[in-house]
Each structure stands twice: as C-alpha cells, then as structure tokens.
C-alpha cells in the first residue's frame, strides 16, 4: 500500500495472491489492508490536505503533467500487466492506459481553469465575491474492469481541484493500482496527497470512508447495490457522495439506418472487454425491416471473434473476471434459451486447451430476446449479444427507457429529425449518435437513476470535488 508517501505493508503483516484470469497462475502479492490502514492513510491525506490545497493551480498541473508523462514513457509495461492481471486483449489494454493517462493530461489543464464569480448586488454598497475550494478529503473506491482509467479519472480533477486521496483498489486488480501510484510517486507527489489502500475484504475500509469526519467526500465506481449502500452511508454522515453504477445500455437500430454498418458498430462495441463494461449494450433493438441483415453480419462478426489469452496476437475477447461472471452470463443465455430465445453463435462455457485455467465464455448472440428474460433486464457484464426486434418505429424510445438503469445508449440513424428526437427522449446519461465511443476525459460521463450520481470527465468532473464560497462584501 502507499500511505503517506512510503510503501507499506498491512498493520496485520497479511498478504493475498493476485491471480491471471486467463491461465489462473498467481502473478504477484499485495498487503491485506483493514481498518486501522484505511484510517492511516485517512490521516495521512488528512495532514496534506492544507498544504497541498495552497499550491498554485500550476503546481498542481506541473504534478499532473509529470505523471502523464511518466504513463506515457511506461505505457507498454502498463499495458501488458493489464492484460496479465485483468485479461483484456494486449491492445484494448494500450487504448486504455491511453485514456487513462489523457484524463491527467487534460485535468492538467482544467486546474488552472477553476474560476470564481463577481455578482452584481441589489445594495450599491455591496458586491458578491464566489469562490471555488477544494472540498478535502476524498476517499475513492474503484473496479476490477477498467483497472488504470477507472483511478486517473478520479486522481485527475481531485487533485487539480487542490484535494488529497486516499483510494481502495478492486481486489481483482492491485497491481494495475499499485504501477499507477508508483507513478505519483516518482513524479514527486508530496507525502500524503495520494494514498492506496488494498484489501481482499472491501467492507471494513468503505466503513472507514463512509464514516470518519476528516473525509469530506466519497466518490465510488462499481455495482449498483453496493453504490446505493456506500452512497446511504457516506450521505448519512453529510458528506459529498459521486456513484458511477451499472448499466443496460439499448442500442436503436431505426428502418433508415444501414444495417450492416449498424451490426458492425454493434460486433465492435459489445465484445470489448468481454462485455464487463458499464457501457456495454444489453439489448439491441432492430427494426424488422433490417433484422435480416443485421444478424447476418453479427453472426459472420461473432464467428469470426477469436478468444484466448489476451496477450496472444489476433485475440478478440480475452477472459471473464472470475467463474462467478462466468456462471451469471450462461445462467442469463440458459435462462433465454429455455424461454424460447436462439442462440445462433456462441451460447457455452470454452473449455479445452488454452481455456481451462481461465474463465472464458464464447462469444455470443441471442436473438428473439422477450421482455421475461433475465437478459432483458439484468446487466450481463459478458460477451453477449442480445437481438430484439421491433416493428413500431414511435415505440421504440419508450421501449429503450424501460429500465431502472440510465448509463448509456446507441441510436443508428440517418434521419437528422430522428436523431435529435431521440437524443432528446432517451432517459440516459451518455448517448451514441451513430457513434460507439461517446467517451473521453473531456466529456461528462455519467448516468441517471439506477446508474448513479455525479458525473466524471469534463468541467463537470472537477466541480465534484470543488465547493462553492460565496463572500458578501459591504463596501
Ligand atoms: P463491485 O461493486 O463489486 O466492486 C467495485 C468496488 O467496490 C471494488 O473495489 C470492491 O472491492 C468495492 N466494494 C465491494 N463491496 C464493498 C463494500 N461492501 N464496501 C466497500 N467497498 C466495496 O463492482 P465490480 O464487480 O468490481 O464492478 C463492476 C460494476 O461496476 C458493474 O456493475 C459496472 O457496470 C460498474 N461500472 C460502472 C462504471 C461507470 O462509470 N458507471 C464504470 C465501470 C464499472
């Protein structure tokens, strides 16, 4: 762990193994922290808090920059300790540190950005003076599945905004962690400013997080259920609370649009990461007129996806986290099949050489997916892609909106009138105009309802962690 600018072992001396999820081979040890370190590094953060929050704005950028420098010099060893310890294939893991480190490289730049405001006021003897602060403490806690991004697109504004931070990795991924704070580190963040913590049981450190004064904000990416019970916590104790949650992202296929390209965009998008992102699409809604079509080039795609470990050359689809993602994905593909759904590609659990010490499933497509099936509603988090076809064309926003979740959506469109429609309809926070990457660090991301609360990337992303002062000056 790193807390207060040394590396650290747990307080209990425990350690637990991180494993490759492609071959099942333990590939390093980290500390088993609990709530005593969670609490050090609180402190920690805590007593570098006044001193990091009165640098300048281009001191904060001049750390910011160093360290997307030093991922950039790093980006290949990066990349493929990703692949190692997360599966994703070699260059899904290389566009990743990419995006991770262009989220310091553009905070870099918004820090010197954060601007007041001189209100006029009624009284002639008066002016209002509006002043943005850092809000203090943020405590961070992040996923398995974007295991280098997930964390700059938190370190990136909280630092620029003048915060200290103290993070808890996913246990599946420590290492990625533990590379990207060595990176703070040599760039020569002050003691104290950013903190790791790595813990095989998370709940007695969110506990810490969610309760311990000196953290003035809590910011989590994750589960659903875990962010609503975090952000209860975190919320009962007034503090500042951001969640980005799951998803069940629909992607509208209308009658205009070309179906082809549309299954192509479609073949694209589901299978990075194996499915395990919260933007992944759930629910492909095709018109019938191009139904025909668009599962023929799935199908061709699909067929075509080869899975394997991920640092092997021509490999599409890498493996699942654990055989827990394994088991919900062919639970949710069983579950459809035996309500009359059909599985043309894919549809079982790869086993044989090159698959058996992993947790690997085929990629896959269903079709005649129905509103009774657990695909429809539940998010899969694994390479498969569910068809539903409709016929009524006014229907169909409606039918995309019929979900507790709002993270992100897909519309393929030819029609300017349909897409502004539709834009405009769509009850979620990221929409894909014919386009399926709408990410980057200069775009707000976030979701609505089940999907979470705040928003990260863009100016929207540091006003999480930024408070607003108003002085009234009678003059
Ligand atoms: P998870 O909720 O199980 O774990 C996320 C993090 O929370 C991990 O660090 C974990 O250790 C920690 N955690 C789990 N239980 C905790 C507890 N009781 N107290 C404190 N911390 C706890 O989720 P996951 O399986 O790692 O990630 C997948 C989920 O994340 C999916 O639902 C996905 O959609 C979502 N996700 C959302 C976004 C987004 O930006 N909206 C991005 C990536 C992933």
Not at 98 to 117: P, T
Not at 382 to 409: K, R
Request: aromatic residues 8%; charged residues 20%.
């Amino acid at each position: 762990m790193f807390i207060n600018g040394e590396w650290a072992d747990a307080a209990s001396g425990a350690t637990f193994d991180v494993t490759n999820p492609a071959t099942g081979e333990v590939i390093g040890s980290v500390p088993d922290g609990g709530a005593d370190d969670a609490t050090a590094a609180v402190a920690a953060a805590d007593e570098a808090f006044g001193p990091w929050s009165q640098t300048t704005a281009y001191e904060r950028a001049d750390l910011l920059y160093r360290a997307w420098e030093l991922m950039t010099e790093r980006s290949t060893q990066l990349a493929e300790l990703m692949t190692r310890e997360q599966g994703k294939p070699l260059k899904a893991s290389s566009a990743e540190v990419k995006y991770g480190a262009d989220f310091l490289r553009w905070y870099a730049e918004e820090a010197k950005r954060v601007a007041g405001e001189w209100l006029p006021s009624a009284r002639a003897d008066q002016r209002f003076l509006v002043l943005k602060q850092p809000v203090g403490v943020v405590a961070a806690i992040t996923p398995w599945n974007y295991p280098i991004s997930m964390l700059t697109r938190k370190m990136g504004p909280a630092l620029a905004a003048g915060c200290t931070l103290v993070l808890k990795a996913a246990e599946a991924t420590p290492l990625c962690a533990r590379a990207i704070f060595q990176i703070f580190a040599d760039a020569g963040a002050p003691a104290g400013v950013v903190n790791l913590v790595t813990a095989l049981d998370p709940k007695p450190i969110g506990e810490v997080f969610c309760t311990d004064e000196r953290v003035r904000k809590v910011t989590f990416t994750g589960s659903t259920a875990v962010g609503k019970m975090l952000a209860g916590k975190a919320a009962g104790n007034l503090k500042r609370v951001s969640v980005e949650l799951g998803g069940h992202a629909p992607f509208i296929v209308y009658p205009d649009a070309d179906p082809v390209h549309a299954a192509k965009g479609a073949a694209a998008l589901k299978f990075l990461n194996s499915g395990q992102a919260c933007i992944s699409p759930n629910r492909l809604y095709v018109h019938e007129s191009g139904a025909e079509a668009f599962v023929d080039t799935l199908v061709q795609r699909i067929g075509r996806v080869k899975a394997g470990n991920g640092m092997n050359d021509g490999i599409g689809v890498g493996p699942l986290v654990n055989e827990a993602a394994v088991a919900k994905v062919a639970n949710q593909v069983d579950d459809a099949r035996s309500k009359g759904a059909d599985v043309p590609v894919g549809g079982e659990r790869l086993t044989g050489e090159g698959f058996d010490g992993g947790h690997f499933y085929a990629p896959t497509l269903v079709t005649g997916v129905t509103d009774e099936m657990l695909i429809r509603r539940e998010e899969t988090f694994g390479p498969v892609a569910p068809v539903i076809t409709y016929s009524d064309v006014d229907q169909v926003v409606a039918m995309a909106n019929d979900t507790n979740y709002g993270l992100a959506a897909y519309v393929y469109t030819q029609n300017l009138s349909t897409a502004m429609r539709t834009f405009e309809g769509l009850r979620f926070g990221i929409i894909g105009i014919n386009d399926v990457n709408p990410t980057s660090a200069a775009a707000p991301f976030g979701g609505m309802g089940d999907s979470g609360l705040g928003r990260e990337g863009g100016h929207e992303g540091i006003a999480e962690y930024l408070e607003v002062k108003l002085g009234g000056f009678a003059i």
